[in-house]
T-cell receptor
Framework: GAGVSQSPRYKVAKRGQDVALRCDPI?????LFWYQQALGQGPEFLTY????????KSGLPSDRFFAERPEGSVSTLKIQRTQQEDSAVYLC????????????FGPGTRLTVT | QKEVEQNSGPLSVPEGAIASLNCTYS??????FFWYRQYSGKSPELIMS????GDKEDGRFTAQLNKASQYVSLLIRDSQPSDSATYLC????????????FGKGTHLIIQP
């Protein structure tokens, strides 16, 4: 079946612009996660949704980062007033209802802020 | 602060040999452990999960977990050049759906 999809795959933004990154999880997966991966590093957790509820946003680096999943399916990660340090790959993952909660990743969106 | 430590490598292994990748974690209460493979420019791909002490085998891969030592390892038997990638260790502190804490990854090179 279809995996996790993300769009756009690449995004170039000028410093100060707002961007929106989309994630479409595996059909039927109730949990959705966003991660940020800098070059040469492992992914770092940003936020987590169970259906439409955002249960953990402890990893969001600043109040410029905002995520939503209004209908419990597609999610959008929005970054306002982008800064150069926001340049990274943004990964979305989804998992089912258990018992193993294995997370499957989408292809990622590479964001470059110039 | 939950931490997951891996040797960044590169780890160079001859083709056909066993590659051994190691990971330690700081949160003693961690419940779920995962190994992901990441090719350059691609996203992480789940290859193994392990939840209880001991060994878990899947094809050429064996995951080993020792909760007392807070240690997870991945063995790759009969290593192939296509196994060359970065291997990420990830830990879930809780038993359910939760954000993963990743190590920085070990870069594995299989020499033909």
């Amino acid at each position: 079946g279809a995996g996790v999809s993300q769009s756009p795959r690449y995004k170039v933004a000028k410093r100060g612009q707002d961007v929106a990154l989309r994630c479409d999880p595996i059909s039927g997966h109730v949990s959705l996660f966003w991660y940020q991966q800098a070059l040469g590093q492992g992914p770092e957790f940003l936020t987590y949704f169970q259906n439409e509820a955002q249960l953990d946003k402890s990893g969001l680096p600043s109040d410029r980062f905002f995520a939503e999943r209004p209908e419990g399916s597609v999610s959008t990660l929005k970054i306002q007033r982008t800064q150069q340090e926001d340049s990274a790959v943004y990964l979305c993952a989804s998992s089912g209802q258990g018992p193993t909660y294995e997370q499957y990743f989408g292809p990622g969106t590479r964001l470059t802020v110039t | 602060q939950k931490e997951v430590e891996q040797n960044s490598g590169p780890l160079s292994v001859p083709e056909g040999a066993i590659a051994s990748l190691n990971c330690t974690y700081s949160d003693r209460g961690s419940q779920s452990f995962f190994w992901y493979r990441q090719y350059s420019g691609k996203s992480p791909e789940l290859i193994m999960s392990i939840y209880s002490n001991g060994d878990k085998e899947d094809g050429r891969f064996t995951a080993q977990l020792n909760k007392a030592s807070q240690y997870v390892s991945l063995l790759i038997r009969d290593s192939q050049p296509s196994d060359s990638a970065t291997y990420l260790c990830a830990v879930n502190a809780g038993g359910g759906a939760d954000g993963l804490t990743f190590g920085k990854g070990t870069h594995l090179i299989i020499q033909p």
